[in-house]
């Protein structure tokens, strides 16, 4: 109810992907993507218990900060270069 992108993603995207399947196949994708978004919340869960240790200090958020740095750079590279091609 707060997030309206949880709308957005499954009416609209989803919504549209399944409702181009034919006969029961429609049925099987969203069984699915309720399977896929189940196990990612999961891993997000496990993943957070796991790493809320490391997270504890400074040094560990830096580093997580020049990996995401480094990461948007990478594909904003990527996005010029697809561009001017």
Request: proline content about 5%; glycine content about 10%.
């Amino acid at each position: 109810m707060l997030n309206p992108h949880v709308y957005l993603d499954t009416v609209v995207l989803l919504g549209s992907i399944g409702g181009q399947l034919p006969g029961e196949e429609p049925v099987w994708f969203a069984l699915g993507a309720c399977v896929a978004s189940l196990l990612w919340f999961l891993t997000l869960v496990l993943g957070g218990r796991l790493l809320a240790p490391w997270f504890k200090s400074a040094a560990s958020w830096q580093k997580l900060d020049i990996l995401v740095g480094m990461t948007m750079w990478i594909i904003a590279a990527m996005l010029i270069k697809n561009g001017l091609s």
